[in-house]
């Protein structure tokens, strides 16, 4: 089946760090570009970073450039987000997509960020 | 950075044909993508590059771009079409994913 499965959400402290993970399975996960985007309670979506096939080009959004870093291996078929200093306005559903259309989506993991 | 708008909410009766429009400085020379997000469930593409539909989507969603605007057209519309739709294009310019808003499809 091809699908996208986040974990690694949680309940953290302001200023915390979490690490997310997106495992990928039914594609030939090295070929695509990949994506976090995210959403806050009752808000739309965020993108939050892309990353290329081969890990060598990566964009992140405003908001989270210098505190959250994107990363991939290939050879186990995952994706990573890296979230540090983390802040209240960080609180969301995470989302890892495939590709610049972003025609497959996982189903999220929450990260809520909170004292 | 590029801006794309959206209309908060669209109103449409069964059986009828809802437009969801999504706005941008001379956005008919990008590509456009549209989701479907139902509520507690991730959003799903709809329609890809403006017009193509992904080959699970039914032929009553479609899509076309001109100029400063993108349309996502939904026909014989059904209690079930009843979603969050977002329209979403690559700035090329800020190398960023840029959403729309979002409109809220009701069905009366």
Known sequence: EVQLVESGGGLVQPGGSLRLSCAASGFNFSSYEMNWV??????????????????????????????????????KNSLYLQ???????????????????LDLWGRGTLVT??? | SYVVTQPPSVS?????????????????????????????????????DDS????????????????NT???????????DEADYYCQVWDSSSDHVVFGGGTKLTVL
């Open chain 2, 52 to 67: 193509d539909r992904p080959s699970e989507i039914p032929e009553r969603f479609s899509g076309s771009n001109s100029g």
């Open chain 2, 12 to 48: 449409v009766a069964p059986g009828q044909t809802a437009r969801i429009t999504c706005g941008g400085n001379n956005i008919g020379s990008k590509s456009v993508h549209w989701y479907q997000q139902k509520p507690g469930q991730a959003p799903v593409l709809v329609v890809y």
């Open chain 1, 113 to 115: 960020v909170s004292s």
């Open chain 1, 83 to 101: 979230m540090n200093i983390l802040r209240a306005e960080d609180t969301a559903v995470y989302y890892c997509a495939r590709d610049r259309r």
């Open chain 2, 70 to 80: 993108a349309t996502l057209t939904i026909s014989r519309v059904e209690a079930g």
């Open chain 1, 38 to 75: 995210r959403q806050a309670p009752g808000k739309g979506l965020e993108w939050v970073s892309y990353i290329s096939s081969s890990g060598y080009t990566i964009y992140y959004a405003d908001s989270v450039q210098g505190r959250f870093t994107i990363s991939r291996d290939n050879a």
